[in-house]
């Protein structure tokens, strides 16, 4: 499964743990929300992580008070129908100031990714798409008409001058 | 009407690249069926029961005469000689070629028309008055404001992917006739103190469970009405249900949280929208794209035709016709002209790519350019001179669009049915073609006056069954097609959703009962100036009911 951030395929060096299952003591590793919450929280201990997985229930004004300790969001999609992970996203960048990495796991096409990059997603972990692919995808468009977290601005912007 | 600039040109030729580029995927098998329909639905084709249909979008139902040529072209080169307007103010083709949706996608291109977003859970095609321009009683032209949202929802990028399809209509008139309580959002155009707002309904909707919007917000100031559009769109995105199809449209959200709950919600989420979050559209922007909507120039004209007089005392046919399809005008002399769709024994809403043709040169020749598809399924030319009336309805005659029913029991409104769509029960165009033949005299029809009949093969509701008048829904019991009719609907300010008044009928009674429901109706009315409607009202649906099933 090629995991491609900043216009090339790159190397995983991040782990999910899947929640139940024990921490590592060394490596980067990414954790659900609830556990997250539990860990930073102070209800599990261990080694807090710097990285999350977000369900697409979680909420992200959860997480604001954390953001600057984390490296990595991930950002589940268990169906590519469910497109509520551009609302966190689009949170995460706009409203909470998030910079670090936000990346796309899970049923992730080609299709969706132009969607994603302005939404403010940085790295894609992609099922059934090629690096080629992905890259194509991310420039099918280069004009957008709506102000987003990333990718071209607002055509009314540049229309206006402003 | 409003021109493509660069960056509108180039958004549409980047998607027709991208469109052909995942056609040839799906064709080469690389793309899975099941990955490819939201693509090739957010473009507009369905897989339906004989071959893909393309829907295409018309942009508030505004058509220049180039582009109504170019919808002809495409009926005549790609489908069979013909085209079905819909009720979305979009036209549908239902036999064009996979592998030629591309290419009609590019001559779509070249007129600065395009299939985005007709189709998958998305935010959809924005409709609007159909007189909307010309009508005397807006306040200002919605128009510019469709163009905004039409924009602003144009490949956003948050909103691709919502849990069910999301549909938005603007009116800036009293008389609501672009049916804003039965959308997902409804926008009111109104000037409070000199400042131009919104008043925003939420949640209404028809399909298997109807609701009449909720009222969210009486006036949301025109600077931030992108904004608090974006707020609706995210609470719907994020909270909407995802578990159930039949429970995803916002409408069931709206009614599951309660109206004040959703209020608050939304109020809570637009006022935490930090300052870079706001659309920020500058005044600038709003005002260049109002003046693409500026008024034709129309010459003065003396408010009385004599020309028009003339030919209405010597031709009656014409003279029935400007009583039933004229529209009056902000502009003295000059009327807005319906072109019928709903002629008897045609399936509504259908146009050849000849009749396309004509009417694009009368809105060439006589119509300042401006042809406009209502949701009501018919063609308008919203400035037509009255002195150039005689002329512009021999032609259409001629062609077979002279039918004078506008709002008229005729004039129905009716989805494709089993004959065509996947989803449906029951057969709809042949019922609808049935009852019209009940009231094939135009003397009869006249009689009736304003009534309007919407029929739907299935409970989804594209037939707009709930909101008609008189409603007509075909269900299947058995693998027997039946109809149950609903009394009382209507769409526009005054929104009511029909009750269905009893057990269905078979398809061959359903005639003979309107007709009773009818003469009932005309037996009972104060004069012949209380509409159906009013006296539906007036007496309750009790004693319509009886007069429905009345044994024949």
Redesign the interface.
Same mark, same amino acid.
């Given at each position: 499964m090629p995991l491609v951030k900043g216009g090339a395929e790159i190397a995983n060096d991040w782990t999910f743990v899947p929640d139940g299952a024990a921490l590592p003591e060394s490596g980067r590793f990414s954790v659900s929300f609830s556990r997250f919450l539990g860990l930073k929280l102070g209800q599990e201990n261990g080694p807090l992580p710097d990285g999350v997985r977000l369900a697409p229930v979680d909420d992200p004004a959860q997480l604001e008070p954390f953001l600057p300790d984390l490296a990595l969001i991930e950002v589940d999609f268990p169906r590519?129908?469910?497109?509520?992970g551009?609302?966190q996203a689009?949170l995460l960048r706009?409203?909470y100031g998030y910079s670090g990495e936000i990346r796309a796991v899970g049923h992730v096409?080609r299709?969706?990714i132009?969607?994603?990059?302005?939404?403010g997603f940085t790295a894609y972990e992609t099922r059934?798409a090629t690096v080629s692919e992905v890259l194509e995808a991310l420039a099918?468009?280069?004009?957008?008409?709506?102000?987003?977290?990333d990718?071209p601005g607002?055509?009314?912007r540049?229309?206006?001058g402003? | 009407m409003y021109r493509y600039?660069q960056?509108?040109a %180039?958004?549409v030729q !980047?998607?027709v +690249?991208?469109f052909r580029g995942?056609v040839a995927r799906r064709l080469s098998g690389e793309l899975l069926e099941d !990955?490819f329909k939201?693509?090739r639905l957010q473009n507009g084709v369905y897989l339906q029961l004989h071959a893909y249909m393309l829907r295409i979008a018309i942009p508030y139902g505004q058509l220049s005469p180039v582009q109504l040529r170019r919808l002809a072209e495409i009926a005549r080169d790609y489908d069979r000689g013909f085209g079905h307007f819909t009720t979305r103010q979009n036209i549908q083709f239902n036999w064009v070629a996979l592998k030629d949706i591309p290419d009609v996608l590019e001559k779509l291109a070249e007129v600065e028309m395009h299939a985005i977003q007709t189709s998958g859970?998305c935010i959809r095609n924005t409709t609007t008055d159909h007189f909307a321009g010309a009508a005397q009683d807006e306040v200002l032209d919605p128009r510019a404001w469709c163009e905004i949202i039409r924009?602003?929802s144009?490949?956003?990028? !948050?909103? +691709?992917?919502?849990p069910r399809k999301f549909k938005i209509a603007v009116t800036a008139a009293e008389h609501d006739r672009a049916a804003i309580r039965v959308h997902d959002v409804g926008l009111h155009i109104r000037r409070k103190d000199g400042q131009v707002g919104f008043e925003v309904h939420v949640g209404g909707g028809q399909g298997r469970t109807p609701h009449i919007a909720a009222l969210v917000n009486p006036f949301v100031p025109e600077a931030q009405i992108l904004d608090y559009l974006e707020a609706i769109m %995210?609470v719907y995105?994020?909270y909407g249900r995802?578990d159930n199809k039949y429970k995803a449209r916002i409408k069931i959200l709206v009614s599951e949280l309660g109206e004040a709950e959703y209020i608050r919600q939304v109020e809570e989420e637009f006022a +935490?929208?930090?300052p870079? !979050?706001k659309?920020?559209?500058?005044a600038?922007?709003v005002a260049?794209i109002h003046a693409y909507f500026a008024p034709p120039a129309l010459a003065a004209r003396p408010a009385l035709s004599k020309t028009l007089e003339a030919a209405k005392a010597a031709d009656p046919a014409f003279a029935r016709w400007t009583r039933a399809n004229l529209h009056p005008h902000k502009v003295a002399g000059y009327a807005s002209v319906t072109v019928s769709l709903k002629p008897l024994g045609v399936a509504p809403g259908d146009a050849t790519d000849a009749q396309m043709m004509l009417v694009a040169d009368l809105g060439e020749k006589y119509g300042y350019g401006d042809i406009r598809v209502s949701h009501a399924q018919n063609l308008i030319l919203p400035h037509v001179a009255l002195d150039d009336l005689p002329v512009v309805y021999a032609a259409l005659d001629a062609a077979g669009l002279g039918a004078a029913n506008e709002s008229r029991i005729t004039d129905m409104i009716v989805c494709p049915g089993l004959d065509y769509c996947n989803l449906a029960n029951a057969r709809s165009i042949p019922v609808a073609l049935a009852v019209q033949k009940v009231f094939a005299d135009p003397a009869y029809e006249e009689d009736i006056g304003k009534l309007h009949i919407n029929v739907s093969g299935c409970i989804n509701a594209c037939g707009h069954h709930h909101v008609g008048h008189i409603g007509i829904l075909g269900v299947d019991k058995k693998g027997e097609e039946f109809y149950q009719i609903l009394l009382g609907g209507r769409a526009d300010e005054k929104a009511a959703l029909g009750e269905i008044v009893g057990p269905g009928l078979k398809a061959d009674d359903v005639p003979a009962a309107i007709h009773r429901v009818v003469e009932f109706y005309r037996a009972e009315r104060t004069s012949p100036a209380e509409k159906f409607i009013d006296t539906l009202e007036r007496l309750g649906h009790a004693r319509f009911q009886e007069a429905l099933y009345a044994a024949g």
């Amino acid at each position: 499964m090629p995991l491609v951030k900043g216009g090339a395929e790159i190397a995983n060096d991040w782990t999910f743990v899947p929640d139940g299952a024990a921490l590592p003591e060394s490596g980067r590793f990414s954790v659900s929300f609830s556990r997250f919450l539990g860990l930073k929280l102070g209800q599990e201990n261990g080694p807090l992580p710097d990285g999350v997985r977000l369900a697409p229930v979680d909420d992200p004004a959860q997480l604001e008070p954390f953001l600057p300790d984390l490296a990595l969001i991930e950002v589940d999609f268990p169906r590519y129908t469910d497109g509520r992970g551009f609302s966190q996203a689009q949170l995460l960048r706009r409203r909470y100031g998030y910079s670090g990495e936000i990346r796309a796991v899970g049923h992730v096409l080609r299709d969706q990714i132009f969607y994603m990059h302005r939404s403010g997603f940085t790295a894609y972990e992609t099922r059934r798409a090629t690096v080629s692919e992905v890259l194509e995808a991310l420039a099918e468009f280069t004009e957008a008409y709506q102000p987003a977290a990333d990718g071209p601005g607002a055509a009314f912007r540049k229309r206006t001058g402003a | 009407m409003y021109r493509y600039d660069q960056f509108d040109a %180039r958004i549409v030729q !980047e998607r027709v +690249a991208q469109f052909r580029g995942q056609v040839a995927r799906r064709l080469s098998g690389e793309l899975l069926e099941d !990955e490819f329909k939201p693509l090739r639905l957010q473009n507009g084709v369905y897989l339906q029961l004989h071959a893909y249909m393309l829907r295409i979008a018309i942009p508030y139902g505004q058509l220049s005469p180039v582009q109504l040529r170019r919808l002809a072209e495409i009926a005549r080169d790609y489908d069979r000689g013909f085209g079905h307007f819909t009720t979305r103010q979009n036209i549908q083709f239902n036999w064009v070629a996979l592998k030629d949706i591309p290419d009609v996608l590019e001559k779509l291109a070249e007129v600065e028309m395009h299939a985005i977003q007709t189709s998958g859970n998305c935010i959809r095609n924005t409709t609007t008055d159909h007189f909307a321009g010309a009508a005397q009683d807006e306040v200002l032209d919605p128009r510019a404001w469709c163009e905004i949202i039409r924009q602003w929802s144009t490949f956003h990028p !948050e909103f +691709a992917f919502l849990p069910r399809k999301f549909k938005i209509a603007v009116t800036a008139a009293e008389h609501d006739r672009a049916a804003i309580r039965v959308h997902d959002v409804g926008l009111h155009i109104r000037r409070k103190d000199g400042q131009v707002g919104f008043e925003v309904h939420v949640g209404g909707g028809q399909g298997r469970t109807p609701h009449i919007a909720a009222l969210v917000n009486p006036f949301v100031p025109e600077a931030q009405i992108l904004d608090y559009l974006e707020a609706i769109m %995210r609470v719907y995105n994020r909270y909407g249900r995802r578990d159930n199809k039949y429970k995803a449209r916002i409408k069931i959200l709206v009614s599951e949280l309660g109206e004040a709950e959703y209020i608050r919600q939304v109020e809570e989420e637009f006022a +935490a929208q930090r300052p870079g !979050e706001k659309i920020d559209l500058p005044a600038s922007e709003v005002a260049r794209i109002h003046a693409y909507f500026a008024p034709p120039a129309l010459a003065a004209r003396p408010a009385l035709s004599k020309t028009l007089e003339a030919a209405k005392a010597a031709d009656p046919a014409f003279a029935r016709w400007t009583r039933a399809n004229l529209h009056p005008h902000k502009v003295a002399g000059y009327a807005s002209v319906t072109v019928s769709l709903k002629p008897l024994g045609v399936a509504p809403g259908d146009a050849t790519d000849a009749q396309m043709m004509l009417v694009a040169d009368l809105g060439e020749k006589y119509g300042y350019g401006d042809i406009r598809v209502s949701h009501a399924q018919n063609l308008i030319l919203p400035h037509v001179a009255l002195d150039d009336l005689p002329v512009v309805y021999a032609a259409l005659d001629a062609a077979g669009l002279g039918a004078a029913n506008e709002s008229r029991i005729t004039d129905m409104i009716v989805c494709p049915g089993l004959d065509y769509c996947n989803l449906a029960n029951a057969r709809s165009i042949p019922v609808a073609l049935a009852v019209q033949k009940v009231f094939a005299d135009p003397a009869y029809e006249e009689d009736i006056g304003k009534l309007h009949i919407n029929v739907s093969g299935c409970i989804n509701a594209c037939g707009h069954h709930h909101v008609g008048h008189i409603g007509i829904l075909g269900v299947d019991k058995k693998g027997e097609e039946f109809y149950q009719i609903l009394l009382g609907g209507r769409a526009d300010e005054k929104a009511a959703l029909g009750e269905i008044v009893g057990p269905g009928l078979k398809a061959d009674d359903v005639p003979a009962a309107i007709h009773r429901v009818v003469e009932f109706y005309r037996a009972e009315r104060t004069s012949p100036a209380e509409k159906f409607i009013d006296t539906l009202e007036r007496l309750g649906h009790a004693r319509f009911q009886e007069a429905l099933y009345a044994a024949g």
